[in-house]
C-alpha cells in the first residue's frame, strides 16, 4: 500500500465476455462482477451495478475472474453518449424505515390559524401611520441640516436612514401574517399511531427533561414551586417520554417535603387532567378561574371528581403551608432529646472522673440545634440553625429520588 492510500478495501470489478471471441468482436453483451469484501455493513447488502451505453476500451479491461457474489448483465452500442446507471438495492426492512421516517419527516404537524381580519386591517393601519411619519421625520432631518457639525448631522442622518430600512424590512411580513399552531391530532397519528413497525403502539415521541430551580424556601413559597411541578406532570405527553427535575440551591428541607406531599398529590391530580382535559394544569389557577368550571363537560362523574380533587387540593395546601412549623417543632423534639443525652452522658464522665481518677476527654454538653427528617436523621442540607457544613452555600451536594410507582395511569 503506497502513502497516502486509504486502507479500505475497494469492491473489485472483473469483466467476463459472454461470446467465444475477444472483446472487439462482440460488443453487444457483456457482464460485470462486482467483488465486495465481506464486512459487517456490506455483507447483507445486495448491489448489483448495470452499465449502459459504455464505450468499451480493450486495453482498460481487467483481467477475468470467476464468477462472484453477485453479477448482472448489461449491453451497450459503439458511438453514443456515455450513461452510466447505478442501482443499489438494500434490505426491505431497512427501506420501510426510511419510508416511515421520511413519511413522519415530511408530514405536516402544524396547522395555520386565522387571524381576525379587523386585528389585520388595524395593524396595517398603524404600520402605514409609522412608515408616513418616519418619512416625515426623515424628510424634515434632511432639509434642516446643522451647518456648525456637519459631518455629526451626515452621520446621525445616515444611521437614521438605516435603522429606519432595518425597520421597515422586518415589518413587511408582518403585513400578511401567518399564525402556525401544534396539530394534536396529526401529532398523535404521526407517532402514537400503530404501523408494522410499531405494533406495540409505543410513542416515537423524543424526550424531554423538564429542569426546575429554586434556591430559597422563604423567598419562593414551595407551594408555587409544588404547583409548578403538578402542571408540568400532568402535560398531554407520553408518561414514560417526560422527566422533570428540581434543583434546590439552598438544601431546605421545607422544599424537600413539599415535593414528596406534591408526588403523593400528583396520584390524583395527574389522572384527573388527563381523563378531563383540563387546563390551566396548574392546581392553584384552575381552582381559581372566575368562568365557569362545568363549560363543555360532557362527562358524568366530572362533578364528582373535580370536588372530590378540590377538596384533596385543599388539604395539600394545608399541609404544605404547615411544613416549616411542624419540621420546627420536629427538630425541636429530636434535639431536646439529644441535649437529655447529651446531659447524661457529661454526668457519667464527671462521676467516673470524680471515683476513678480516669482522664477522658470532656463530652460536649449542648448539642447541635440540627434539623431531623421525618425518619429520625438528620437533613444532609441547610439547617434551621446554621452549623459547620450545614449553613446556607456551605453543605455537602444532594441527590434525592422520589418514585411513585404507578403515578400517572392512562
Known amino acids: 500500500m503506497m502513502y497516502g492510500e486509504s486502507p479500505i478495501r475497494l469492491p473489485r470489478i472483473s469483466h467476463v465476455s ?22 459487517p455493513d456490506n455483507n447483507p447488502a445486495q448491489v448489483s451495478i448495470v452499465l449502459r451505453g459504455f464505450d468499451f476500451n480493450p486495453a482498460s479491461v481487467l ?56 386585528i389585520i386591517a388595524l395593524y396595517r393601519i398603524l404600520i402605514v401611520v409609522r412608515v408616513v411619519s418616519l418619512v ?3 424628510f424634515w432631518r434632511i432639509r434642516n441640516p446643522n451647518n456648525k457639525a456637519i459631518w455629526l448631522w451626515l452621520l446621525s442622518v445616515i444611521c437614521e436612514i438605516w435603522f429606519a430600512f432595518s425597520w421597515l424590512l422586518d415589518q413587511i411580513p408582518k403585513l400578511f401574517p401567518v399564525n402556525h399552531a401544534t396539530d394534536i391530532e396529526a401529532l398523535k397519528a404521526t407517532f402514537e399511531s400503530p404501523d408494522p413497525n410499531n405494533l406495540t403502539v409505543k410513542s416515537d415521541l423524543p424526550g424531554i427533561d423538564v429542569f426546575v ?35 434546590d440551591d439552598g438544601g431546605s428541607l421545607v422544599t424537600f417535603e413539599a415535593m414528596a406531599e406534591a408526588a403523593s398529590f400528583a396520584k390524583i391530580w395527574v389522572p384527573f387532567c388527563r381523563k378531563h382535559k383540563i387546563e390551566p394544569r396548574n392546581p392553584e389557577s384552575y381552582f381559581g378561574l372566575k368562568r365557569d368550571p362545568y363549560k363543555d363537560k360532557v362527562r358524568h362523574d366530572f362533578v364528582r371528581e373535580r ?70 436523621t438528620h437533613w444532609p442540607g441547610t439547617w434551621a440553625v446554621p452549623c459547620p457544613h450545614h449553613s446556607r452555600g456551605d453543605h455537602a451536594s444532594i441527590i434525592q429520588v422520589i418514585y411513585i410507582h404507578g403515578l400517572i395511569s392512562n
Open 18 to 39: 459472454n461470446s467465444g471471441s475477444d472483446f472487439g468482436s462482440s460488443p453487444h453483451h457483456t457482464s460485470y462482477i462486482v467483488q465486495i469484501p465481506p464486512t
Open 213 to 247: 430551580s429554586t434556591a430559597d424556601a422563604e423567598k419562593e413559597p414551595p407551594l408555587v414551586t409544588a404547583n409548578t411541578i403538578l402542571s408540568i406532570l400532568s402535560v398531554d405527553y407520553p408518561v414514560e417520554k417526560l422527566s422533570c427535575y428540581i434543583s
Open 136 to 138: 416625515l421625520f426623515l
Open 63 to 118: 483481467v477475468p475472474s470467476a464468477p462472484g457474489d453477485i453479477d448482472s448483465g448489461s449491453s451497450g452500442k459503439d458511438n453514443e453518449p456515455d450513461l452510466t446507471d447505478v442501482r443499489i438495492s438494500e434490505d426491505e426492512d431497512e427501506e420501510e424505515e426510511e419510508d416511515t421516517l421520511l413519511y413522519k419527516i415530511s408530514y405536516p404537524l402544524t396547522r395555520i390559524v386565522k387571524i381576525s381580519p379587523i
Open 307 to 376: 370536588r372530590y380533587v378540590k377538596r384533596g387540593y385543599e388539604e395539600f395546601k394545608v399541609r404544605v403551608n404547615a411544613l416549616s412549623h411542624s419540621i420546627r417543632r420536629r427538630s425541636d423534639a429530636y434535639n431536646s432529646k439529644e441535649e437529655i443525652k447529651a446531659l447524661e452522658k457529661w454526668k457519667h464522665w464527671k462521676v467516673k472522673v470524680e471515683e476513678d481518677q480516669v482522664k477522658e476527654p470532656r463530652p460536649a454538653l449542648v448539642a447541635p440545634k440540627a434539623t431531623w427528617m421525618s425518619d429520625g
